[in-house]
């Protein structure tokens, strides 16, 4: 299973292109200011394909960015990433194929002021697919990198946005880092909770600590550790984004800041046990921040801590009544975790709870399209892979969708709302339905 | 029964009696050197014994390997034991003293190992849905469903509903050209053999669907080609894109989803059956006879040969060869030309050996 891991070293070295300042535009072609010893590059998609210097400058590229230079080349061009990938399900002409990606890149014919190289939501299943273990995410990117630290090429506007906020404020909607524990705070103490040390500690996430819906999800989370007689803290003001989106979108500088900061902040805490709401920063933070080098100072998904409360018995659970819940299995659960049992163990307990699955369940769930920066991307509807993922939930006969990742959780109610064709469906972060199962327990 | 009383006479132990080893030992018999087979089965012929129809010229397997059993039926010199594997070999002054499963040892100047392979698992590459699904199978049940004699007497019906096939699709390379499943090699007939199987359809039913999902054509040697562009002439569609998934519909029909890589477009198609053409594993008797007799493996788990190449037969241990499929999966014509060079080759050694 491929992961996303750091390259050797994190710093780019990018000989073979120099940035000119003047950008001359000659009639009938598109000059993106690219220079390749002297002469100038031209990548418009008509192009007859000529294969030479230029064709293989982003190969030279990746070359310099610390991959290995045959990463492209060990490509058969065979397909099954692009029938794994769930873009194969949009309808709109011009929808993403990592196998035409990889082609084009290898002979340098990416258009970097186009759109395509911002599709990627970095699910992984292309990953799962490949039989010669082509590194596509890494290498999408990594040259995503290449346009954002070397200004060579476009970036969407909404993502200039959200790496300037980051930058700012540490959290993507320029949000007062001071009210970032508004959430925490608002939690009515237990009889009985001491302040001191407490057992873990909960990373909460910007969307969980900010957004209205969000909140919901990390009150849920707290009211569950609570109820189960468990100290935790929180990093408050300290805890800036986890910087997954940063890192995928391209901005090494923005992640490496976030990083830093975080990293700091958790080791003045000495936190034994990290538990994060949502996969994304679990992973970023257990593959890049040089955590989980020995299992005890880890950082989980808050899943797996929900499991073992739930599995342990030590929530009295009620019973939920009429309901037929579909779990929707985040991507950086299932595909760059495996955790897939965990979810429907939790939901087998909770009583009076009936369970379908959906036609793409476990290692092979269908992305929300929220990674990588699609969170951001603002797709039209009818592009949506959200969309695609809704209508699977209904056909599945589910009437709640259940998930855990925060990511997921809004991007299915941004293309839920105001649309009829799912208002029979509610969706739920899965602390949320364990909350629902407490507050059904009588005496609770 | 042992061989001690007369040392004089070479002995050859031959393991495996499938095609290569049955070659092996008529030629050996052609210079007069006495041969034992050991064969695990209780039959002679191996894999071939069950192909109705090979490639390129459909020719019936089963009958080439009857010649060669009434061939070695007519000499004197070579010896069958069936139901019998090797458990042991030591050695014993200038011999071999191999034991046998069957209690008695034999005193043996070279051994030639020629107990060729074992398909991929098709089971290890979940997405196909095959020992799931019934309608996925495997070649050799595809070769089976062909054959006049097997279970449906040549009937191409389907293992779900016995419904007659009019849709088929065949997967190349399953188990073969991934380093997902740990086979990152090219196990070279299985285009060859879809193609066959793929015509032997077509001429079924003139009327039946056949398409092959393909990543390349490796219809290579003498024949072969043509055969493939033979196929294409009588209806076999090829697509190229390496299928992603099968799923399964209610009626049992499968769902079959690739890229066409050719046209840059998705593809998906619902067939009656599923046929995928799996690749090669090593034989498993191959990791423990290696080490019995101390002999190297190369990476891909077959025998590798001793001198880089310029003694194919030979492995690094003297006195103990190598023939056909143990050293990776090849056309039965390869087969049968392994068997007589290793003979040959064998033939040398023991006559510079002993003088």
Same mark, same amino acid.
């Given at each position: 299973?491929?992961?996303?891991?750091?390259?050797?070293?994190?710093?780019?070295?990018?000989?073979?292109?120099?940035?000119?300042?003047?950008?001359?535009?000659?009639?009938?072609?598109?000059?993106?200011?690219?220079?390749?010893?002297?002469?100038?590059?031209?990548?418009?998609?008509?192009?007859?394909?000529?294969?030479?210097?230029?064709?293989?400058?982003?190969?030279?590229? =990746?070359?310099?960015?610390?991959?290995?230079?045959?990463? +492209?080349?060990? @490509?058969?061009? %065979? $397909?099954? #990433?692009?029938? &794994? *990938?769930?873009?194969?399900?949009?309808?709109?002409?011009?929808?993403?194929?990592?196998?035409?990606?990889?082609?084009?890149?290898? =002979?340098?014919?990416?258009?970097?002021?186009?759109?395509? +190289?911002?599709? @990627?939501?970095? %699910? $992984?299943? #292309?990953?799962? &697919? *490949?039989?010669?273990?082509?590194?596509?995410?890494?290498?999408?990117?990594?040259?995503?990198?290449?346009?954002?630290?070397?200004?060579?090429?476009?970036?969407?506007?909404?993502?200039?946005?959200?790496?300037?906020?980051?930058?700012?404020?540490?959290?993507?909607?320029?949000?007062?880092?001071?009210?970032?524990?508004?959430?925490?705070?608002?939690?009515?103490?237990?009889?009985?909770?001491?302040?001191?040390?407490?057992?873990?500690?909960?990373?909460?996430?910007?969307?969980?600590?900010?957004?209205?819906?969000?909140?919901?999800?990390?009150?849920?989370?707290?009211?569950?550790?609570?109820?189960?007689?468990?100290?935790?803290?929180?990093?408050?003001?300290?805890?800036?984004?986890?910087?997954?989106?940063?890192?995928?979108?391209?901005?090494?500088?923005?992640?490496?800041?976030?990083?830093?900061?975080?990293?700091?902040?958790?080791?003045?805490?000495?936190?034994?046990?990290?538990?994060?709401?949502?996969?994304?920063?679990?992973?970023?933070?257990?593959?890049?921040?040089?955590?989980?080098?020995?299992?005890?100072?880890?950082?989980?998904?808050?899943?797996?801590?929900?499991?073992?409360?739930?599995?342990?018995?030590?929530?009295?659970?009620?019973?939920?009544?009429?309901?037929?819940?579909?779990?929707?299995?985040?991507?950086?659960?299932?595909?760059?975790?495996?955790?897939?049992?965990?979810?429907?163990?939790?939901?087998?307990?909770?009583?009076?709870?009936?369970?379908?699955?959906?036609?793409?369940?476990?290692?092979?769930?269908?992305?929300?399209?929220?990674?990588?920066?699609?969170?951001?991307?603002?797709?039209?509807?009818?592009?949506?892979?959200?969309?695609?993922?809704?209508?699977?939930?209904?056909?599945?006969?589910?009437?709640?969708?259940?998930?855990?990742?925060?990511?997921?959780?809004?991007?299915?109610?941004?293309?839920?709302?105001?649309?009829?064709?799912?208002?029979?469906?509610?969706?739920?972060?899965?602390?949320?339905?364990?909350?629902?199962?407490?507050?059904?327990?009588?005496?609770? | 029964?042992?061989?001690?009383?007369?040392?004089?006479?070479?002995?050859?132990?031959?393991?495996?009696?499938?095609?290569?080893?049955?070659?092996?030992?008529?030629?050996?018999?052609?210079?007069?050197?006495?041969?034992?087979?050991?064969?695990?089965?209780?039959?002679?012929?191996?894999?071939?014994?069950?192909?109705?129809?090979?490639?390129?010229?459909?020719?019936?397997?089963?009958?080439?390997?009857?010649?060669?059993?009434?061939?070695?039926?007519?000499?004197?010199?070579?010896?069958?034991?069936?139901?019998?594997?090797?458990?042991?070999?030591?050695?014993?002054?200038?011999?071999?003293?191999?034991?046998?499963?069957?209690?008695?040892?034999?005193?043996?100047?070279?051994?030639?190992?020629?107990?060729?392979?074992?398909?991929?698992?098709?089971?290890?590459?979940?997405?196909?849905?095959?020992?799931?699904?019934?309608?996925?199978?495997?070649?050799?049940?595809?070769?089976?469903?062909?054959?006049?004699?097997?279970?449906?007497?040549?009937?191409?019906?389907?293992?779900?509903?016995?419904?007659?096939?009019?849709?088929?699709?065949?997967?190349?390379?399953?188990?073969?050209?991934?380093?997902?499943?740990?086979?990152?090699?090219?196990?070279?007939?299985?285009?060859?053999?879809?193609?066959?199987?793929?015509?032997?359809?077509?001429?079924?039913?003139?009327?039946?669907?056949?398409?092959?999902?393909?990543?390349?054509?490796?219809?290579?040697?003498?024949?072969?080609?043509?055969?493939?562009?033979?196929?294409?002439?009588?209806?076999?569609?090829?697509?190229?894109?390496?299928?992603?998934?099968?799923?399964?519909?209610?009626?049992?029909?499968?769902?079959?989803?690739?890229?066409?890589?050719?046209?840059?477009?998705?593809?998906?198609?619902?067939?009656?059956?599923?046929?995928?053409?799996?690749?090669?594993?090593?034989?498993?008797?191959?990791?423990?006879?290696?080490?019995?007799?101390?002999?190297?493996?190369?990476?891909?788990?077959?025998?590798?040969?001793?001198?880089?190449?310029?003694?194919?037969?030979?492995?690094?241990?003297?006195?103990?060869?190598?023939?056909?499929?143990?050293?990776?999966?090849?056309?039965?014509?390869?087969?049968?030309?392994?068997?007589?060079?290793?003979?040959?080759?064998?033939?040398?050694?023991?006559?510079?050996?002993?003088?």
């Amino acid at each position: 299973m491929q992961r996303i891991s750091g390259g050797a070293g994190d710093e780019l070295r990018v000989l073979f292109f120099v940035m000119t300042e003047n950008r001359e535009k000659t009639p009938g072609s598109i000059d993106y200011g690219w220079r390749h010893q002297g002469r100038p590059v031209l990548l418009p998609e008509d192009r007859i394909v000529v294969i030479d210097d230029s064709s293989h400058m982003l190969e030279k590229a =990746l070359q310099e960015l610390s991959m290995q230079y045959y990463f +492209l080349d060990r @490509c058969h061009q %065979c $397909g099954i #990433c692009t029938e &794994a *990938c769930p873009h194969t399900n949009l309808k709109n002409a011009d929808r993403f194929s990592p196998r035409v990606f990889i082609q084009k890149a290898r =002979l340098g014919l990416i258009d970097l002021a186009g759109g395509e +190289l911002w599709s @990627c939501t970095t %699910c $992984g299943s #292309c990953l799962q &697919a *490949c039989p010669y273990e082509v590194p596509l995410v890494e290498i999408i990117v990594s040259l995503r990198n290449l346009v954002v630290e070397q200004g060579a090429g476009y970036i969407p506007p909404s993502f200039k946005a959200v790496l300037a906020s980051l930058a700012a404020s540490g959290n993507p909607w320029r949000e007062d880092p001071d009210r970032r524990a508004d959430w925490f705070n608002e939690l009515a103490p237990r009889e009985g909770s001491l302040p001191g040390s407490p057992e873990i500690l909960l990373f909460a996430g910007c969307f969980p600590s900010y957004d209205s819906r969000g909140r919901s999800i990390a009150r849920a989370a707290g009211h569950i550790l609570q109820e189960a007689g468990i100290g935790f803290g929180i990093l408050g003001s300290e805890e800036q984004c986890c910087g997954d989106s940063a890192l995928k979108i391209g901005d090494l500088k923005t992640f490496k800041r976030l990083r830093n900061s975080n990293l700091q902040a958790l080791q003045a805490r000495h936190a034994d046990r990290i538990y994060t709401l949502a996969p994304h920063c679990s992973h970023v933070m257990k593959t890049r921040y040089a955590y989980g080098r020995d299992d005890a100072a880890a950082v989980k998904p808050f899943l797996l801590l929900l499991h073992e409360l739930v599995a342990g018995g030590r929530l009295p659970l009620g019973e939920v009544k009429s309901a037929r819940a579909v779990f929707h299995d985040p991507c950086y659960l299932s595909k760059y975790e495996g955790i897939t049992k965990e979810p429907r163990e939790i939901l087998a307990r909770i009583p009076g709870l009936e369970t379908v699955e959906m036609a793409h369940n476990g290692k092979r769930s269908l992305c929300c399209g929220g990674g990588g920066g699609g969170f951001w991307l603002d797709a039209l509807k009818g592009e949506r892979l959200a969309e695609i993922r809704l209508d699977e939930a209904v056909e599945a006969g589910a009437d709640m969708l259940v998930t855990a990742c925060p990511y997921c959780l809004a991007m299915f109610e941004a293309s839920r709302a105001g649309d009829g064709r799912w208002a029979s469906l509610e969706i739920l972060d899965i602390g949320e339905l364990v909350l629902r199962s407490l507050a059904e327990k009588p005496g609770m | 029964m042992t061989n001690r009383t007369n040392e004089r006479a070479p002995l050859v132990l031959i393991v495996g009696g499938g095609i290569t080893g049955l070659k092996a030992a008529l030629t050996l018999d052609d210079f007069e050197i006495p041969a034992v087979i050991v064969e695990k089965s209780g039959e002679l012929g191996g894999k071939v014994r069950g192909y109705a129809k090979t490639f390129p010229d459909f020719r019936s397997g089963r009958a080439l390997v009857s010649e060669l059993v009434e061939r070695v039926d007519a000499t004197e010199k070579i010896r069958v034991l069936r139901h019998c594997t090797v458990s042991g070999v030591r050695t014993e002054g200038d011999l071999y003293r191999v034991h046998l499963s069957d209690g008695t040892s034999l005193g043996v100047h070279a051994v030639i190992l020629a107990f060729g392979f074992e398909p991929f698992d098709a089971t290890r590459q979940e997405e196909y849905g095959y020992g799931v699904y019934p309608n996925v199978i495997a070649a050799q049940e595809l070769e089976a469903l062909l054959d006049p004699l097997g279970p449906t007497k040549g009937r191409l019906l389907r293992p779900s509903d016995g419904k007659p096939v009019r849709k088929a699709a065949i997967i190349f390379c399953v188990g073969s050209r991934s380093k997902r499943t740990d086979s990152p090699y090219c196990s070279r007939i299985c285009c060859s053999y879809s193609t066959k199987q793929a015509i032997e359809i077509k001429e079924a039913d003139p009327d039946a669907q056949v398409v092959c999902f393909y990543m390349d054509i490796r219809t290579y040697d003498r024949g072969v080609e043509e055969m493939h562009q033979y196929a294409r002439e009588i209806g076999v569609k090829y697509i190229r894109g390496r299928v992603s998934d099968c799923s399964p519909l209610p009626d049992g029909d499968i769902l079959v989803r690739a890229e066409n890589t050719l046209l840059g477009k998705p593809v998906q198609g619902v067939f009656d059956l599923v046929s995928l053409s799996v690749g090669m594993m090593p034989s498993p008797d191959t990791a423990g006879l290696a080490e019995m007799l101390g002999i190297e493996l190369g990476t891909d788990g077959f025998f590798v040969s001793a001198d880089g190449g310029l003694s194919p037969h030979d492995t690094a241990r003297e006195g103990i060869f190598l023939a056909g499929a143990v050293t990776g999966l090849k056309p039965i014509r390869d087969c049968i030309l392994e068997g007589t060079s290793a003979g040959g080759r064998v033939a040398a050694y023991l006559r510079r050996r002993r003088g």
